[in-house]
């Protein structure tokens, strides 16, 4: 491992969630002397990639970032085969849809359609969720032993009052996601909103990803021809990506 890549990458990771810190703060997170810590900084800065407070000594991640994660989505084959049949789900069903995948140990939407109703929508591709408290998460966890393993080794960070904190009882879930290929969250990561999500395969019979429906929580339980609908588009884009058969074995 090449050191100075390793702090840098630590540096960025401090930042990720609009955080914004001093040198001071980065040096104690990294246990680094400051000196060495803003000669990091610095040369970050220099190639966009953090950037300084107009009014301040604090830092931030920069505009480089989003152009080399743009970069990063437009090389996924399951993004690009799924946003036709994501816009076809939103429009059946009403809803704003979600596509997540596994990044070290937590979800990163990957594409996003919003609710086909005109409102003013945050958009939410490039977005990191906790994968203990979505419906994308849990798919991921159910069919991932190391994924699992992974997140239930740590605490799970409570986000709501119906959060999840539990790992047993996270896990007593997985059995029946895998049942029916759906797993649901309610008010579990964000209070009045909830989702249900169904898991996408590949070629090599591999869950590679999820995709999802955001329900408000005052329409929950969604109704079962809105599952079907969900199911059917995890399936189809799982045949774009070249697999048999769908759900997933287990």
């Known amino acids: 491992m090449i050191q100075s890549i390793d702090r840098a990458a630590k540096i960025l990771a401090l930042l990720q ?5 001093g040198i001071g703060e980065l040096a104690a997170g990294l246990q680094l002397p400051p000196s060495t810590v803003h000669g990091i900084v610095k040369s970050l800065q220099a190639h966009g990639l953090v950037v300084q ?10 505009p480089a970032l989003l152009k080399l994660s743009s970069v990063y989505l437009d090389t996924l084959d399951v993004r690009a085969r799924a946003m036709r049949w994501m816009h076809e789900l939103s429009r059946r069903t009403g809803l704003a849809s979600r596509l997540g995948v596994e990044s070290f140990g937590e979800v990163i939407l990957i594409h996003h359609d919003r609710r086909p109703d005109d409102t003013e929508q945050m958009p939410e591709t490039g977005l990191t969720i906790p994968s203990h408290a979505s419906a994308i998460g849990k798919v991921l966890l159910a069919y991932s032993d190391e994924h699992a393993a992974d997140v239930l080794a740590r605490p799970l960070r409570n986000l709501t009052a119906d959060t999840l904190t539990d790992p ?7 059995p029946l996601i895998r049942r029916d290929a759906l797993a649901t969250e309610n008010e579990e990561a964000v209070i009045g909103e909830s989702s249900m999500a169904a898991p996408i395969i590949d070629g090599h019979g ?18 079962d021809a809105t599952a079907n609908i969900l199911r059917e588009t995890a399936r189809n884009i799982s045949r774009e990506l070249g697999a048999r058969s769908w759900p997933p074995s287990v």
């Open 17 to 21: 969630g609009a955080r914004r810190l």
């Open 53 to 62: 407070e107009a009014v301040g000594n604090r830092y931030m991640l920069g």
């Open 168 to 174: 047993d009882k996270l896990r007593s879930e997985f």
């Open 206 to 223: 591999e869950v590679v990803a999820a995709v999802a429906i955001v329900i408000p929580a005052n329409e929950w339980p969604p109704a």
